[in-house]
Structures are given as structure tokens and as C-alpha cells.
């Protein structure tokens, strides 16, 4: 029996034009937060609070394991935040350039929001 060599054809030149793995990341967690943050409705009457939410993203893409690492100290707020993580269930599988099964992930919700008297400034 013999065993033949197969050669691809290919160009005698080949271009590559390889997206930075930095640029790649950045790209990947915009998305991300994208996807979570428009499953997120924090609860109109808070003003200034802080979640951190921390889970993994599974190499398809799936969402596990989100738990808050850090309280607002309002519960509805903290629920809500949780909500937006679980919901989403699933974002982009990861990129190629990450290697593993997951990785971790520490995402933070916060709201910031301004009560102005009308009758202080509008004069």
C-alpha cells in the first residue's frame, strides 16, 4: 500500500490580516454587555446603587454560575441585576484565541440618576 502526500494549492503569497486578540476581546465583551445590560431594568426608584455580578461563560457561549460577589444593599436592585445575567442565558461562544473551557467573568451594574427640584433651577 502506498501512502500519498497531499499538498493544499495555495498562493505563493498568503496575506493575513489577524485581528489583535486585545481588539478581538474588546469586541467580545462589548457584545456582551450589550446582550446583558438590554435585560436589565433596574427599579425606577433608585438613585445611586452598585451590584457586582460574577459568572462564567461556558466555551458555546452559555452563562453559568452567577452569583452576586458584592451587594447594592437593595435587595430589588441586587434581583434585578441577577435577572439580566440569567435571562440572557447565552452570548457569542468565546473567541478561538481563548483557550480553557470558560472563563470567569465580574460584571458590575450600576445607576446613578439625579432628582432636580424643578423649582430651584427653573426660575
Do not use: C
Amino acid at each position: 500500500m502506498r501512502i500519498a502526500e497531499v499538498r493544499p494549492k495555495v498562493p505563493a503569497k498568503i496575506v493575513q490580516n489577524k485581528i489583535p486578540a486585545e481588539d478581538i476581546m474588546n469586541t467580545y465583551m462589548k457584545d456582551m454587555e450589550h446582550r446583558i445590560k438590554s435585560n436589565w431594568a433596574p427599579p425606577e426608584d433608585s438613585f445611586k446603587n452598585k451590584t457586582v455580578v460574577t459568572f462564567k461563560i461556558m466555551r458555546d457561549g452559555t452563562i453559568k454560575s452567577s452569583m452576586i460577589s458584592e451587594s447594592s444593599g437593595d435587595k430589588q436592585f441586587d434581583t434585578d441585576a441577577i435577572k439580566a445575567v440569567q435571562q440572557t442565558g447565552k452570548v457569542a461562544p468565546l473567541p478561538n484565541d481563548i483557550l480553557g473551557e470558560y472563563i470567569d467573568i465580574t460584571f458590575t451594574f450600576e445607576r446613578i440618576s439625579y432628582l432636580i427640584k424643578k423649582d430651584r433651577y427653573n426660575r
